[in-house]
């Protein structure tokens, strides 16, 4: 589960990490006993479950003037199909220098993977591209507890000496909140300390009970249609729709479009075992977002198999160019029927995407 904004700084402060001041408001007029401790100047982020909140007009300058009708613009609007019930209003901050820290899972080495780079404010994936040199990274050892010295000052390089504290911090959080991911993007450094100007946690959801918190969510018309067939989906804010099964491989299919300079609509999970009935709703269900221009699906047979796929596809009858990489379980019989439809098959993810984001562009 992924927390919203104001609950991931909330984490963060409990761990000793500095955030900016800041209040939750429910109501515009709310605000105004606030205002004095806010001070001149004053960033309103509009709290919803969905990416591209900035690109969406979900977060509002304002100061104390302007800053009751900015939050009664802001609780007007809808973003992303979602209602704005919660703003967080915060001081701005003058910020001097940015910096990007994150701890996820290495999947291939089954341990934290710490991440930091001095070019922060923008997605890890734009920096990775674009100057993979500015990312240095650390895998934390079984059973660490805390991040040794050494790899702190490798991590942080020149960065200020407030900053390793927060990379332990961020740490020891992950583990003791069972996360699959935290990120503080951006990490920045102010004329008074190091502060979290935005923070993303999510929490693994089989450890939901055990820390104690309850999924209570507004979810958006496709979301609740996904809920309904079972469908692991997340709302982005690209042109290519993604259709996968298993979380790996939808997740790299993500990663390869971000690389290849393309932007995810979505993340759609079909699970393993589906019929031609859940891949049609799949379908239809990623043709509905409006920004899709295409879509990719990429899905490779044991339990599910490829000639159900097809049918699935072929039956979802949607305007929307579809590309396809199929593998394993009756594929030959899954491409005679989407060949023989006119749908384009390619033969591995990397294809699939390249011309994915070429038709996007």
Known sequence: MKLREYEAKKVLREAGIPVPSGVLIRQAEELSSHLDALGDAIVLKAQVDVGGRGKAGGILMADRVTALAKARELFSKQIRGLPVKEILAEQKLAIQKEYYLSITVDRSAKQPLVLFSDAGGVEIETTAKENPGAIRKAVALPLMRDLPPFMLRELAGKAPKEVMPVINKLYRLFLEKDALL????????????????DAKIIIDDNALARQGITVNRDLSEREREAEKHGFSYVELDGTIG?????????MSTLDLIEYYGGKAANFLDVGGGAESDR???????VAGVPSVKV?????????????????????????????VRLAGTNEAEGRRLLSEKGYEMLDTMDLVVKKAVEVAA
């Open 279 to 285: 891949v049609m709703n799949a379908v239809r269900l």
């Open 182 to 197: 935290a990120e503080i993007n951006p990490l920045v450094v102010t004329p008074d300390g190091v502060f979290a100007a």
């Open 295 to 323: 879509i990719v699906v990429n899905l490779l047979g044991g339990i599910t198999k490829c000639d159900e796929v097809a049918k699935g596809i072929i039956a979802a009858g949607i305007s929307q160019r579809v590309i």
């Open 242 to 250: 993604v259709i996968g099964n298993g979380a790996g491989l939808t």
